[in-house]
């Protein structure tokens, strides 16, 4: 079955670590996007990438990082300049010559700072 | 600056009856607009989507009806059922020179009571 899997389901970093949450699809998408959710503020864009090796900044990049050194992967470093990292985290992919529904997202992340 | 509004953080609605999930946006320049359900600790999922050309489709329990002079779109879901209880996204996308962008609102989380 095809689709998008994120790990760990939950983590838990010290302050002042960095952490890198996976993402991994097998639909042979080209776009990859990163999303963080907090409670009443909707889905905000981290970063994205539709092609390998490159990748762009969303709304709220500060104190993250990616990469996309294969199709497949767009994991996501949760650095220690990040003031807030606590949240729930979702990746997601499409195929860039589909219609906008052609986002599939991942189950999440819930990243906690201890 | 947030382009897609969900006014309405929550709503409760009884089982049978109706639910109407609002949604208003600001750019004009949005030619697809999209509804996503989302569980706890789960992604998003879509559920259904509306062409700005459009002023209504309907699947199965779920209406979208789109209002362009108004900037205004809702979800109608009829009958309501327990299951239904989650939070809904609405969500508007943009071509660019990137490719498609989908703006989230933030969300409206429903009750569906017995």
């Known amino acids: 079955d095809g689709g998008i899997t994120q790990s760990p389901k939950y983590l838990f970093r010290k302050e002042g670590q960095n952490v890198t949450l996976s993402c991994e699809q097998n639909l042979n998408h080209d776009a990859m996007y990163w999303y963080r959710q907090d409670p009443g503020q909707g889905l905000r864009l981290i970063y994205y990438s539709q092609i390998v090796n490159d990748f762009q900044k969303g709304d709220i990049a500060e104190g993250y990082s990616v990469s996309r050194e294969k199709k497949e992967s767009f994991p996501l470093t949760v650095t220690s300049a990040q003031k807030n990292p606590t949240a729930f985290y979702l990746c997601?992919?499409?195929?860039?010559?589909?219609?906008?529904?052609?986002?599939?997202f991942g189950s999440g992340t819930r990243l906690t700072v201890v | 600056d947030q382009q897609v509004k969900q006014n309405s953080p929550s709503l409760s609605v009884q089982e049978g009856r109706i639910s109407i999930l609002n949604c208003d946006y600001t750019n004009s320049m949005f030619d697809y607009f999209l509804w996503y359900k989302k569980y706890p600790a789960e992604g998003p999922t879509f559920l259904i989507s509306?062409?700005?050309?459009?002023d209504k489709n309907e699947d199965g329990r779920f209406t979208v009806f789109l209002n362009k002079s108004a900037k205004h779109l809702s979800l109608h879901i009829v009958p309501s059922q327990p299951g239904d209880s989650a939070v809904y996204f609405c969500a508007a996308s943009v071509w660019t020179d990137s490719g498609y962008a989908l703006n989230f609102g933030k969300g409206t989380s429903l009750l569906v009571t017995p």
């Open positions: 997601a992919s499409r195929e860039l010559r589909d219609s906008p529904y052609g986002y599939t």
């Open positions: 509306i062409s700005s050309i459009k």
